[in-house]
């Protein structure tokens, strides 16, 4: 018999801000291949609709609530799920904000919130579930960044800070945790259309802007990360770790449109 290297029946994955956009995304793609599904968000009521369709899809799902700012919130999260269900295997750090504005015009709070949410969540988050996964002596940790932990862009200064955090904390964690049968990688998406940056697809000529400077002259599809998230968290991505996997239709190769 052949071994399904990506198949994830029997194991459990909780996905963080999974209420809308690339949260859902990760959580139906891990449902697809076979996981029962964890998923949060500020209000766990506004996952109920999502976790029908899960449901549809013959997997089990539960949303809590979870505010990734808040320490006591995500001890809180952690302790319930344990409870409930004693382990996970897969968790995967989605949960981010960013609030887009010239350096000159970020404040105090606009770094704190966005650090704190996209930085300092994750890390206590895989703090949060690592101890038990150090105890059974495997998880698949995957923090979301994005193609930011490579690049840096004009009115993402925290965000793209946060990001790159992401993508250092990711590799540290690795090391750290390797020994105990952890894996820990960070997925780094380009640019797809989301609830937070929707905005952006409305002006023709930025989107034509950015496709110019993608080599596969397109922004992603929802399912474009389908497979990546598979991948790292099944046994098909086990002997990767401390990796950030750009999922960016070749943007970060920094190329432009050449004149010949």
Same mark, same amino acid.
């Given at each position: 018999?052949?071994?399904? $290297? #990506? ?19 990760? &959580?139906?793609?891990?449902?697809? &291949? ?7 968000? @500020? ?27 808040? *320490? *006591?919130?995500?001890?809180? $999260?952690? &302790? ?20 887009? !504005?010239?350096?000159? *015009? ?16 994750? $890390? $206590?988050?895989?703090?949060? #579930? ?30 793209? &800070? ?41 002006? *023709? ?11 596969? !002259?397109?922004?992603? @599809? ?39």
């Amino acid at each position: 018999m052949v071994h399904n $290297f #990506f198949d994830l029946s029997g194991k459990r994955a909780a996905v963080t801000g999974a209420s809308r956009g690339l949260g859902q995304y990760f &959580a139906r793609a891990l449902a697809r &291949a076979g996981a029962d599904i964890i998923i949060t968000s @500020r209000k766990k009521e506004d996952c109920l609709n999502f976790c029908r369709e899960i449901e549809s899809l013959g997997r089990k799902v539960q949303a809590y609530d979870l505010d990734v700012q808040s *320490e *006591e919130s995500i001890k809180k $999260f952690a &302790a319930a799920v344990l409870a409930d269900y004693g382990y996970i295997d897969i968790l995967v750090n989605n949960a981010g904000c960013n609030r887009r !504005k010239p350096a000159m *015009e970020v404040t105090w709070d606009d770094w704190n919130t966005i650090l704190n949410t996209n930085l300092r969540g994750t $890390f $206590f988050m895989c703090q949060a #579930f690592g101890a038990s996964m150090i105890k059974r002596g495997y998880g698949r940790i995957i923090n979301i960044g994005s193609v930011t932990c490579v690049f840096g862009y004009a009115g993402l200064v925290p965000y793209s &800070a946060s990001r790159g955090g992401v993508a250092q904390l990711t590799k540290a964690l690795a090391d750290d945790w390797g020994k105990f049968g952890i894996t820990v990688n960070c997925l780094a998406p380009g640019w797809f259309k989301t609830e937070q940056n929707k905005i952006l697809y409305e002006n *023709e000529a930025w989107v034509e802007y950015i496709c110019d400077r993608i080599p596969l !002259k397109r922004p992603g @599809r929802p399912d474009d990360l389908d497979g990546s998230v598979i991948f790292l968290a099944s046994d098909a991505g086990r002997y990767i770790t401390g990796q950030v996997l750009l999922i960016d239709g070749g943007i970060s190769t920094g190329a432009t449109k050449a004149t010949l």
